[in-house]
C-alpha cells in the first residue's frame, strides 16, 4: 500500500476522467507509511541489559545493519560513522577514561578499570574485522576492476586506444565493461557513454534515462568497441562537459594520455571551478606509473576518487583510495591495540598505569593455541574409522593392474602379428634383395626398440584394446580422486603396518599448531585402526614421545593420543636428526613388536642439519631392513615469520623440496607435497599420470594404424573398381575413363658403352679432372692462354709448376662371390665432400645462466658473435647492384645479368642481389628463432628474484650501500623482504663476500669490512636489515667515502630513492676525487620517478665504470616474452617489449629488437626468393607453349 500510493508515476498515469473527486481526495491525504528504521539513530547495546521486548528488536535490527556495507557510499562517507573517532575508541578517549593519581615521589599515574580496557580492546577488534569485511566487499565483483561508480547520472569515457584495446587485451576489457554495466551501471538514472583514441566516438548526443533498451545499446556499443588510434583524453573531456545533466565522471585508462599532465590539469581545473563534478578515474590493467601518476591528480583536483587495477599483480587495487582509506584506520585501531598491550606491561610513555581487576596474567600463562581458531568439533573425541583392506602404494598397485599386469602393453598386443623384415645381400644377384610383398601387403610399424616391423592390423582387435585402455584409465583417475580425498591429501597412503610418525612442532609453526592437531585427528581417524602398532614423536630442538615405545591402535590408545596431541606447544627449532634416531633406537620397540616399518615425517620447512648428512645416515641405517621413510611437506601460503621467530636454517619452498624429495628417495620412500589449495606433488600421484599418459599415446598409436589401414583399403576399393570398369565396358570406355595420371613405366638402364665403363672407372680412381669455377667473362671477348681442362700452369720462368692436391681417399674391401672366382668391392669409407657455399651456423647457448654482465655475455653469445648478422649473407661481390657497372676481380663489366640471375631486395635504402638459396633462409630463420628465444629466456631470469630489484651482482667481494631516509618510509617492509632475498639468493648462493652500510642523515655499517658469505653471517645480516628504520635526508657522499675507504672492495651497490642531500655536481667530483682505487659503483634506483635523480645515478655509475639498474615494467616484460616464447616471433612489433633503462636490461632488449628486425628481412628475403623461383619456372613454359621454334639464350652458363 505504501508504494502505491507513494508512486506518483501510478497517479499520474491513472485514468482520472471518470474519479476526478476521489483523486483529489487522495491528493489532500497524508500518505499512509510506516515507521521505517534510522540506522544511525540505532546505538547497539549489550545483551545483558535488555528489559524489553521492544529493545531487543531494536538490538537485532542493529546487529544486522552493522555489519551490511551501504552501498550508496564510499569509504569516506561510510566512515564517518564507523571510524574510531565516531565510536570513541582513540588513544585520547581511552585516555580520558582513566582516573589521574598522583603520590609524592611519582610521575604521572593513571588507572584505567579492567573492564573498560577489555571493553574497547574488544570494539578495537569488531571494527577491524567490519573494515577487513568492507574491503573484502570493494574487492568483490566489478567493484575489484572498477572501484564503487558513485553518482546517478554517469558520463562513462572509455580509453579505446590501440595500447589499451589490442595485444589480446580487447576481449577481456569488453567483458570487464559488460559485467560493470550489468552489476552497476543498470541501477543509474541516466548514462553516457563516449569511447576516445585519437578522435572521441559517443554513443548518444545527450545522457540517457536507463531502461532496458538503452542498456542492451550500452552493450552493444561495448562489443563494438576496436582499436582507435592514440589517447586523446583531453578531446574527449572537452566533449563530455558539453553534455548536461551529469554529476559524477567515470575515466577508464589503460595508456598514458597523448597530453601532458600539466595540460590536462589545468584545463580540467578551469572548467571544473564553481561546479561539483567530482572525477572516479580508473587504471585498468596498466603499469606505467605515469597513467597511474596522471589519473591521482586528476581525482584529487576534483575531489574525486581514483582505483587502479591490474590482473598480473593483486597487489596495486590496495592503492585505490577507498581501499586506502580503510586500511589507513584499520591500521589505527592496530595501533591503538598495540597502546592498550604497552598499558598491560604498566608503562605508557613516561606515565605509570595500572589497571584494576586485571587478570591477563592468568590467561598470559596458557597457551598460544588456546586462542587459534579451531575447526568444527575439534575439541571432540575420535570418530575412529576402520579400514578393510591395507593400501598398497602406487607402485605395487599397479604391479597388479597397470598395462603390462593386465596384458595392455601395445606391443604385446601387436607382438604374434609382427614380423620383421627381411633384407640381406644376395652374392649371385649382386644386390640387396628386400621382402617387398610384406611391406605392400603390411602396415610398417615402428617398435619400442627403434627398429620397423610388418604388422598385420585386425581392426576389430584394436578397437576392443581401446576399450579396455579407457576402462583402464578411468580405473587409475578413480584412484587418484580416492588418493586425494580425506587424510590422504594431507599424508598419502599409510601402508605399513608398523608406523612412527614424526610432526614437527618448531617455533616457526606457532601459528600452525591447530592445523597440525587437525592433520593428526585426520589420520587417526582414518588409517591407522587397522595397524600393528604406532607411536608420535613432536620435535623441536628436542624430540617428544607420546609413548615409551610403540602400542596397538586400540580405540583407548587413539583417544589418548588425541589428548597428548591436543596440548602440543611449538617450541625450538628443527632437530630431525635427534628425532630420527629417537624413533630407530628404541630396544623395547625392538623387544614388544620389532623395528618400525615406516616412518613419517611431517614438517613445513628444513631440518637444522644438513642434506648430505641426514641422508647418508638414513641411507646407512636403511641397509638391511624394511625401514623407509616418508616425507609430508606442508607449505603455508601467508608465511611471515617475526623477529624472535627466525629458523635456524633458511631455504626456499623448492630447496626444501628438493631436501625432503632426496631424503625420502635415499631410502625408498615417498615424498609428498601439499599445500591449503591442494596437493603440489606426490609421487603416488606421479606414477599413475605417467602410467595414463602411456594409455593415451598407445591409443594414438592404435588411431594411426587404423588410420593407415582405410587409407589402404580405400586405395585398393578404387582400384577394384576400376578393374571392374575394364570388364564390363571394355578397353575402349575404360580408356577413356581412365584418370589422366600417366602409368609408370619401370626404368631399364642401358648397357654402357666403353666410354661410359672409362668414366666410370676414372671416377672412382679420383682422377676425374675438376671444373673450373665460374667467373663473369671479360667485356672483350678473347681466347684463354691455358685451355679450361689443362690443370698446369707456367711460372715466372715458363717452366710448368704443378700444385699437388691430396686426392679424398676412400677405404675398399674386396671380396669374392660365386661366379667363377670373381672379386667384389664393397666402399667401407667414402671421402667427405665440402660444400662449396657457407651454410648457415647452428648458436650453441650454455644452459645455465653465467654471472656476468650483458656487455660480456654479448660478446660471447650476442647475434654479430654467432654469425647471424644477416647483413653478413647480402654483402658479397656478387651481392652489389649498380645500374651502370660492378667490379669483380680483376675487371670491370656490367652487371646487366645479375638482375635476371641472382633475385634482388632493398636493404636500408640500398638494392642487393640475395645470394642465398630457400633452405638457407630456413635454416637462418630456424637459427635466429633459437638465438631469440635464449635472449628472452636470459631477460626472465634478468627479471625474476632479486635480481628484479638489484641487478646481478657480478663481483666476488662487494659493498651494498642502503637508503633509509624519510622517503624510504613507504617501501622499507618491501625492501627488507627483497634484501633478505639478495642475501640468500645470489650472496650465500654464490659466496660472495660482502658488506652492508645503512645511510640517511648518519651512516652504520654492518662489519668493518666485507665479510665471507655463509649462514651464520647471512642470518646475521637479515636480522641488521629488519631493524632497519627510516629516518632522515640522503648522505650518500658521506657513504660512498665509508665503502672506497675497505680496501677488500672490488665494487660497491648504491641503492637510493632520489637525489643526494648535496649537489649532485658536487657529489659526482667528490666521488670521482675519492675512488683512488678505480672501483665501480653500480647504482640501482629503487622506485624513483625522478629524472634528475636517475640521472645522476646513471652519471655516476658511467664515470666509475659500473652499472645502472632500473626495473620498471617488468610484469610487461614477462607477458611480451611469454607471447613471443609462446607463438612465435610472427611480429616485428608484436609484441612491444617495454623501455628499460638499466643498462643490462637494455642492451639485451636492443638485442632482441634486432634479432627480430633480421627475421622479419630474412622472411620478406625469402618470399622474394620464391617468387623469383616461380618466375623464372614459368619464363620457359611461356616461351614453350609460345612455339616450336627454339629459343637459344644469351645469358652465360651458371654451374
Known sequence: MEEILDNAQFLNGADISSQCDEAKHFGKRKAWKMDSLDRLSIVPQSDLIVTHVNQTLDLQKAKAFSAVPNKSQTSEEWLSNHSIEHQKLTLKDLLQRGKQVRKAGEGKHLVFDATVITEIEYKLNVAIEQYHKRVKWLLEGSKKLFGLVKGDRVGVLIDSSDANTGFGRLQDFQQSLLYLIDEQLQHKKSLYLLSFGSEPENLWNHARDVNIRILEEARDFIRGLHPAGGCNLLKAFKKILKVKKLNSILIILGNCPDQTSNVLFDYIQQCLLGKKLPIHAVAYDTSNHMTHETLRKLAECSNGRYHCFNSSDDREVYKSFDIQL?????????????????????????????????????????????????????????????????????????????????????????????????????????????SKIHGQAMQQFEWHDGSVKN???????????????????????????????????????????????????????????????????????????????????????????????????????????????????????????????????????????????????????????????????????????????????????DYSVSESELPSRYATIQQTADYLRNLAHCSGGRFHWFRET??????????????????????????QLVDSVKERDGLRREQMALKQLMLCDGPTTARKKRPETPKQVEFIEPRPTALTRARMSMQQEGDAPKALAWKVPNRKATLPSVPYGSAESSDA????????????????????????????????????????????????????????????????????????????????PVCIHEKSKVKTAGSTITSKWFCSIFPSAEIDGEIRHIDMQ???????????????????????????????????????????????????????EELKKEMTSLIWEQLNASKIAFNLISFSNATNSWQESVTEANETSCHDAVQWVSSLKPLGGTATLDALQIAFEDKDAEAIYLMTDGKPDTSVKLTLE?????????????????????????????????????????????????????????????????????????????????EITKGRKFLTQARHFRDVIRDHKDQNRAEPEAQTSSGDKKMISNKPFLP
Not at 376 to 390: A, D, G
Not at 414 to 422: E, G, K, Q, W, Y
Not at 532 to 544: L, Q, R
Not at 935 to 964: A, C, H, M, P, T
Open 1070 to 1150: 667528490k666521488a670521482h676525487e675519492l675512488n683512488k682505487g678505480k672501483i665501480p659503483v653500480h647504482t640501482i634506483s629503487f622506485n624513483c620517478d625522478d629524472r634528475t635523480a636517475n640521472d645522476f645515478l646513471k652519471k655516476l655509475a658511467a664515470t666509475s665504470g659500473g652499472r645502472f639498474h632500473r626495473s620498471h615494467g617488468e610484469a610487461d616484460a614477462h607477458f611480451a616474452a611469454h607471447r613471443l616464447m609462446q607463438d612465435g616471433c610472427l611480429d616485428e612489433d608484436d609484441p612491444n617489449l617495454p623501455s628499460f633503462e638499466g643498462d643490462d636490461l637494455r642492451k639485451l632488449n636492443n
Open 918 to 972: 630457400e633452405s638457407e633462409m630456413d635454416d637462418y630463420e630456424l637459427h635466429v628463432t633459437s638465438a631469440i628465444h635464449r635472449y628472452l629466456k636470459r631477460l626472465q631470469w634478468l627479471l625474476s628474484g632479486s635480481r628484479r630489484l638489484f641487478g646481478n651482482i657480478l663481483e666476488n667481494n662487494v659493498v651494498i650501500l642502503i637508503d633509509i631516509s624519510g622517503s624510504m618510509s613507504f617501501y622499507m
Open 326 to 434: 580503510l586500511l589507513r584506520e584499520a591500521q589505527r585501531s592496530i595501533d591503538v591495540i598495540s597502546k592498550i598491550k604497552q598499558m598491560r606491561t604498566g608503562m605508557l610513555g613516561d606515565a605509570l598505569i595500572s589497571i584494576e581487576n586485571e587478570i591477563s596474567m592468568e590467561v598470559n600463562r596458557l597457551s598460544t593455541a588456546r586462542f587459534l581458531p579451531r575447526p568444527p568439533n575439534h575439541h571432540r573425541p575420535l570418530s575412529i574409522e576402520t579400514p578393510n583392506f591395507h593400501p598398497a602404494p602406487s607402485s605395487e598397485w599397479l604391479a597388479e593392474n597397470g598395462l603390462k599386469a593386465r596384458s595392455l602393453n601395445l606391443f604385446q598386443i601387436l607382438a604374434p602379428n609382427a614380423f620383421d623384415p627381411v633384407q640381406d645381400f644376395i652374392p649371385i644377384l649382386r644386390k640387396s634383395v628386400g
Open 678 to 703: 591442494g596437493i603440489v606433488e606426490s609421487d603416488d600421484i606421479i606414477i599413475l599420470t605417467c602410467e595414463m599418459d602411456r594409455a593415451v599415446y598407445f591409443s594414438n598409436r592404435c588411431s
Open 797 to 876: 720462368n715458363g717452366q710448368k709448376a704443378t700444385k699437388s692436391k691430396k686426392s679424398p681417399k676412400s677405404q675398399q674391401q674386396p671380396f669374392y662371390v660365386e661366379d667363377k672366382n670373381n672379386v667384389g668391392v664393397v666402399y667401407k669409407k667414402y671421402p667427405k665432400q665440402k660444400s662449396v657455399r657457407k651454410a648457415v651456423p647452428e648458436p650453441i647457448f650454455p644452459q645455465v645462466e653465467e654471472r656476468i654482465s650483458t656487455k660480456a655475455w654479448l660478446k660471447k653469445y650476442g647475434i654479430n658473435k654467432l654469425k647471424l648478422n644477416l647483413h653478413r649473407y647480402v654483402s658479397g
Open 455 to 637: 604388422v598385420h592390423v585386425d581392426v576389430a582387435m584394436l578397437y576392443e584394446y581401446q576399450k579396455q585402455l579407457g576402462s583402464a584409465v578411468k580405473a587409475f583417475e578413480k584412484r587418484i580422486e580416492w588418493l586425494a580425498s580425506g587424510s590422504r591429501r594431507i599424508w598419502g597412503t599409510i601402508c605399513e603396518k608398523r608406523v612412527i610418525f614424526l610432526v614437527d612442532t618448531s617455533i616457526s609453526n606457532k601459528a600452525y599448531v591447530i592445523h597440525i592437531q587437525h592433520s593428526l585427528r585426520l589420520m587417526m581417524e582414518q588409517q591407522i585402526a587397522n595397524k600393528e602398532a604406532f607411536n608420535i614423536i613432536a620435535f623441536g630442538s628436542h624430540p617428544k614421545m607420546w609413548k615409551p615405545h610403540m602400542v596397538k591402535p586400540s580405540p583407548e590408545n587413539l583417544q589418548a593420543a588425541w589428548r597428548w596431541v591436543q596440548n602440543l606447544e611449538a617450541f625450538g627449532s628443527r632437530n630431525l636428526l635427534s628425532a630420527f634416531r629417537a624413533s630407530i633406537e628404541n630396544e623395547e620397540d625392538i623387544k614388544l613388536y620389532g623395528r618400525p616399518q615406516g616412518l613419517y615425517l611431517f614438517t613445513s620447512g628444513i631440518p637444522d642439519q644438513e642434506e648430505d648428512v641426514v641422508c647418508s645416515f638414513v641411507s646407512e641405517t636403511c641397509i638391511g631392513c624394511e625401514l623407509k621413510i616418508h616425507c609430508d611437506l606442508f607449505s603455508i601460503d
